[in-house]
């Protein structure tokens, strides 16, 4: 019985040893564990053994049994991941042939540039407001310190609908509008679309785009003006941009202040982008005029506010190095897919 | 503005400084420069030559040998100058040295030309004698100069001495951008005060002083002033015995610095008082004003006038005129006539200096075509008090420059002069303003030095006539803010209470949009606002479709940008053909821009801006591509159960391809396949598709909020449906049917399958659905999946729909 045992085994661990497909060990499992394999068949002809050997000769058929489960198993084992080596081998790929890209599309550069001005002040709790573009000469130029005679209206050439009616030429009667309203304290942009008859080039378009901002409260300060565009500049162009005012004229601030930042290419050493100055021009700022403070019934006395508008296409053009601003609206796949 | 640095220097005695430092300063205390130019950019080792010998060249006609006396030593310089003689003396230019340009006065090179010493035709030559052109000057500012050849000094030089100093080269010319309120600073004498002020020197401006004769102006001239609305002041004074001459060298080199080109002492007299008092100065010829009389009253509808260019003028009841008894001689403040031109011939003067309204100065400038120096200073609305002062400058010049005799006296109408402005000094609001901690004493430094006059007893500050533009405590503030420095003003963020940031929900909503289009490959364009009115017929709309109703612009930059658009497609289509004949491959592109619906025309009040979403592309993809994006736009701004009615009627698309978007019962935009006549029109020989979302119609139905539903614990239960269906069924008609009839266990439904063919009998088509029925609460019986799916089929019979097996 001993000897049938071990010769069951011997022939199974040699067909173990033998197969080389995963079904051909399933069959080694049939003919030798299976309900009709053989070291069944040594256990069901038990009943020809004296009883007293029956423990003992159990124990040895328990024990080929485990031996072959082993072996089988250790067999499977290798024989799967042989088999998954092999096809990890023959699946490899020109990782260098080209992507397949999901064509997602692009933003305009004029709204990247007006987003992150957005990021920048909401994130200093400043609301962002819209108001018309076909906007009333009050709100447009009277409301803001520009009466009727003003050569300023006439420097803008300003596009009318009507005597009263026309585009507007800036932002910056949003202001207007938001003071008029009545709640202060008041911190808020007014993106939006601007419009002046001049004719198309490389650095002028009859529309373009401004970011008006706006404080009203008790107590703002010059200073305070200073260090929230200072603030800007940093997060719009880098930790490292330093700014410039320079005193200018606004009708509807006083003081009035143009800033600069410093080229953010040379670091203001001077390049061909910023023509040697080591500065560009960024944005108008200044104090509210008390004369627009009181237009809106605000008291001059009581409140105090700084105003600012930005051109975004100048940020745009500035930030990306586009050399003329008619890319802006012709709008060619060449072009936007840049951004 | 342009100025030289030599003439503000002239009136700031003590200012030492460069010209880069110079400008930087005087910007940043606001006076803005623009740039400024050496005069002696690239003029090296220039000095004063003394032609001594002249000799015919051996071996060239053209050509001559000068033998040239240098200061040091005698060089020789062959030459192709025809001017010149013995004796003259020349700037000439040493071997090593440069000069600014080419004879032939083109763009000057950056680093100017080198002068080395050589031979010519085998003589040796050891430098060159200068062209005006070559020192990069012009015969236009130095009138003596000729026309070809070399310059010759008509005044006394002294061999070997700085030609370049001696021509009046050592300057700098300083262009400045003054700011439209800043009147005073359109002059010298503005300017100077404003760097005086910068640099802490003191400012000394000419003081004037005149002898005049013992006669009366008045007895010479009698002005009377009709329209004092548009004339507050006008001076006049009397020169005669006049004698027309070259002005002194010193006046012609500040005038040309300036750009002016120098003509005779009395011309140059009127435009060096306007440049240094930015008071623009009138002469007539006396003898050709008639009854000795100056009227100024406005002009009369359709009168015309010659002004002194030759040119004839159409004149109207706004424009002002100078006028003597008879007679019109001069445009106010823009030019004078023909008929009281100054000439060589001139024996008496009379001198105006007046101030006008400038806004109709302005607009008459305008009008008449005709906008001069002087008008451009006028317009910006002159200092009355100023005019006294500068004509009183220009006779005493004319004693100066020995150019005539002045007449005692000036003969002055004006309307009474305001009172100087007073403000009250507020040191400590102007800290709070500023944000600084300026002292009393250093304000008060900073008034001083702007003439603003402070006094103690009544704490007020009054205002000098010539700063118009200070008015109120706010421009005090300005002042000490200017000079204390804006660099040096701290820099704080505001105080007080705290304020949410936030975006409109509008706005989101767009920024939604933007993002959807921009999964889906849509890039983003700009377009105009203003087009053409032919757009509409571009776009097949008929003639009396309420899209035609535009509002237009009445100064427009031409018809094709003179209506405000009332439909978004024009923008897009014009994109895609830009792309299209460019040979751009599957261009998506997408807009977000405004329409501008008037609520009656002529509009007297807002129009209602409406913003549309419109996308539009040619290349890969179809109508259902468009139709995908549309549906993750709405989805995703929780918009659902979007339906489509294919009866949309635009004239512009395709007429089976195209379907109103509709939301409940309101149309919220449109698709579709743009008519091929459309896309003729545009260039564009490819289908193209559109889509126009009508924000505002949209918004009020879209959310950002979500509820979550549960995930289905049971499972679900499909049935698959095959019919025939006549072909003008709507799979949209079916699916109604489904939605309604299928209750509420119903999913799911989706189209796996539609076909038209041979296979089916002729006016139908094959549809088949998968329908997905569950239970939130159990597991379906079949029972309920057969009571749904009869009620279903039960709907589309009657449709006329047959089932297939």
């Known amino acids: 019985m001993k000897e049938k045992l071990e010769k069951i085994k011997s022939e199974a661990i040699r067909q173990i040893n033998e197969s080389e497909a995963l079904d051909k060990l399933n069959d080694v499992r049939v003919t030798f564990l299976g309900k009709k394999g053989e070291l069944t068949a040594v256990l069901k002809s038990m009943k020809d053994v004296l009883p007293e050997d029956r423990p003992k000769i159990g124990q040895l058929v328990n024990e080929a049994r485990e031996e072959i489960e082993r072996v089988l198993d250790e ?202 100055e080591g500065w560009l021009e960024i944005l108008g700022c200044g104090m509210v005029h008390p004369k627009v403070l009181t237009m809106c019934n605000i008291d001059p006395e009581e409140y105090t506010g700084f105003a600012f508008g930005v051109g975004l296409e100048r940020i745009a053009l500035l930030k990306y190095e586009i050399d003329d601003m008619r890319l802006l609206y012709e709008n060619d796949i060449r072009f936007l897919k840049q951004f | 503005m342009n100025t ?68 040091s030593e005698t060089i020789q310089i062959v030459t192709g100058a025809s001017n010149l003689k013995e004796g003259d003396y020349v700037p000439t230019v040493l071997d090593g040295g440069r000069v600014a340009g080419g004879h032939d006065g083109g763009p000057l090179p950056e680093n100017g030309v080198k002068i080395k010493a050589g031979k010519l035709r085998g003589i040796e030559s050891n430098g060159m004698m200068c062209s005006i052109e070559e020192l990069g000057a012009s015969r236009d500012l130095y009138p003596e100069a000729p026309e070809n050849g070399v310059y010759v000094f008509q005044k006394a030089v002294t061999p070997g001495e700085d030609a370049i100093e001696a021509l009046g080269l050592r300057d700098t010319v300083v262009e400045y951008e003054v700011t439209s309120n800043r009147v005073d600073c359109y002059s010298i004498i503005g300017i100077a005060r404003e760097a005086a002020a910068t640099f802490k020197k003191s400012f000394v401006p000419p003081a004037v002083t005149i002898k005049g004769n013992n006669e009366d102006a008045k007895d010479y001239i009698c002005v009377e002033v009709q329209d004092t609305d548009l004339c507050p002041r006008y001076c006049a004074r009397v020169c005669k015995n006049i004698k027309i001459a070259p002005s002194p060298e010193w006046m012609q080199r500040r005038l040309s610095a300036c750009g002016i080109r120098p003509i005779n002492n009395l011309v140059d007299i009127t435009n060096y008082v306007m440049l240094e008092c930015g008071q623009p100065m009138h002469a007539y010829d006396l003898s050709t004003v008639a009854g000795n009389k100056i009227i100024v009253r406005r002009a009369k509808d359709g009168d015309t006038f010659q002004t002194l260019d030759g040119q004839m003028r159409k004149l109207d009841s706004e424009i002002l005129m100078i006028c003597d008894a008879e007679k019109e001689i001069g445009i106010a403040g823009i030019m004078g006539g023909e008929n009281s031109k100054i000439t060589q011939d001139v024996q008496t003067v009379l001198f105006e200096a007046a101030t006008f309204h400038g806004a109709n100065i302005r607009k008459s400038a305008k009008r008449v075509g005709l906008r001069t120096d002087a008008s451009g200073i006028f317009e910006k609305g002159l200092d009355p008090r100023n005019a006294e002062y500068a004509i009183n400058r220009a006779c005493q010049l004319i004693e100066e420059l020995e150019c005539g005799e002045v007449v005692g006296g000036i003969v002055d109408v004006k309307q009474p002069l305001l009172d100087l402005r007073q403000i009250r000094f507020e040191p400590e609001r102007i800290n709070q303003f500023l944000g600084t901690d300026i002292s009393k004493q250093d304000m008060l430094e900073i008034f001083d030095r702007l003439e603003l006059v402070y006094d103690t007893n009544t704490d007020m500050i009054t205002v000098p006539s010539f700063r118009q533009d200070i008015e109120c405590f706010a421009d005090i503030a300005e002042e000490v803010a200017r000079f204390f420095g804006y660099d040096k003003i701290p820099t704080t963020l505001p105080t007080g209470e705290a304020t949410a940031g936030k975006i409109s929900f509008k706005l989101r909503i767009e920024q939604k949009a933007r993002d959807i289009a921009e999964y889906c490959g849509f890039s983003q364009g700009m377009c105009y606002s203003f087009e053409s009115p032919k757009v509409f017929d571009k776009l097949l709309i008929p003639d009396d479709s309420p899209l035609r109703q535009a509002i237009t612009i009445s100064n427009p930059l031409g018809e094709d940008f003179s209506i405000m658009r009332t439909i978004s497609l024009n923008g897009i289509l014009t994109s895609l053909s830009v792309n299209y004949n460019r040979r751009n491959k599957n261009v998506r592109l997408y807009e977000l821009g405004n329409i501008y619906i008037p609520k009656s025309l002529p509009i007297e009040d807002y129009p209602d801006e409406r913003m549309q979403f419109t996308l539009g592309m040619y290349g890969e993809g179809d109508f259902f591509t468009m139709k995908g994006v549309i549906e993750e736009f709405f989805e995703s701004v929780g918009i659902k159960k979007i339906t489509y009615d294919p009866n949309a009627q635009k004239s512009f698309l395709h007429p089976g391809r195209q379907a109103l978007i509709k939301y409940k019962d309101a149309v919220v935009g449109y698709l579709g396949e743009v008519h091929p006549d459309v896309t003729d029109n545009y260039d564009i020989d490819t289908r193209v598709y559109v889509a126009v979302l009508d924000m505002p119609e949209i918004l009020p139905y879209t959310t950002f909020d ?41 999913e799911e439904y989706q189209l796996f399958d539609i076909y038209e063919g041979s296979q089916i009998k002729q006016g139908y088509k094959s549809v088949a659905y998968s329908i997905t029925f569950r239970a939130k609460d159990r597991t379906l019986e079949e029972s309920d999946v057969s009571s749904a799916m009869k009620k279903i089929l039960n709907g589309l019979e009657g449709m006329g729909i047959e089932l297939r097996a």
């Open chain 1, 75 to 276: 067999a499977r084992t290798n024989m799967e991941r042989r088999i998954r080596e092999a096809k990890l081998k023959a699946e490899v790929i020109d990782v260098t042939l080209p992507a397949q890209k999901n064509s997602v599309g692009h933003r305009h550069p004029n709204t990247i540039a007006l987003e992150e001005v957005e990021r920048i002040f909401v994130g200093m709790g400043y609301e962002v407001i819209e108001g018309p573009e076909i906007e009333k000469d009050y709100y447009n130029f009277e409301a803001l310190n520009i009466p009727a005679d003003h050569p300023a209206k006439d420097e803008q050439d300003t596009f009318y609908i009507n005597g009263d009616i026309l585009l507007r030429t800036q932002t910056s009667g949003v202001q207007v509008h938001e003071m008029e309203k009545g709640k202060l304290p008041i911190r808020m942009i007014a993106p939006g679309r601007v419009f002046r008859a001049d004719e198309v080039d490389a650095t002028h378009s009859p529309s373009f785009h401004q970011v008006e901002g706006l404080v009203i409260d008790k107590k703002i300060t010059f200073a305070d003006l200073k260090g929230t565009l200072a603030e800007f500049a940093r997060e719009l162009f880098g930790e490292d941009t330093k700014v410039k005012f320079r005193p200018h004229h606004f009708p509807f601030t006083e003081p009035s202040a143009e800033m600069d930042v410093s080229c953010f290419k040379c670091g203001g050493e001077g390049c061909r982008f910023c023509k040697g």
């Open chain 2, 706 to 746: 979500r509820k979550y539903e549960g995930i289905a614990k049971y499972p679900a239960v499909s049935r698959d449906i095959s019919m025939v269906v006549p072909k003008n069924i709507l799979v949209g008609d079916i699916e109604k049917v489904i939605e309604q009839r299928g209750g509420k266990i119903l």
């Open chain 2, 4 to 71: 030289p640095l030599s003439w503000i220097k002239a009136y700031v005695p003590d200012l030492i400084c460069e010209d880069r430092e110079y400008c930087d300063a005087m910007t940043l205390s606001g006076t803005k420069v623009e740039g400024f130019r050496r005069l002696d950019k690239n003029l090296e080792k220039i000095v004063v030559g003394h032609i001594e010998k002249i000799e015919r060249h051996p071996a060239a006609d053209k050509l001559i040998i000068c033998q040239v006396n240098i200061g």
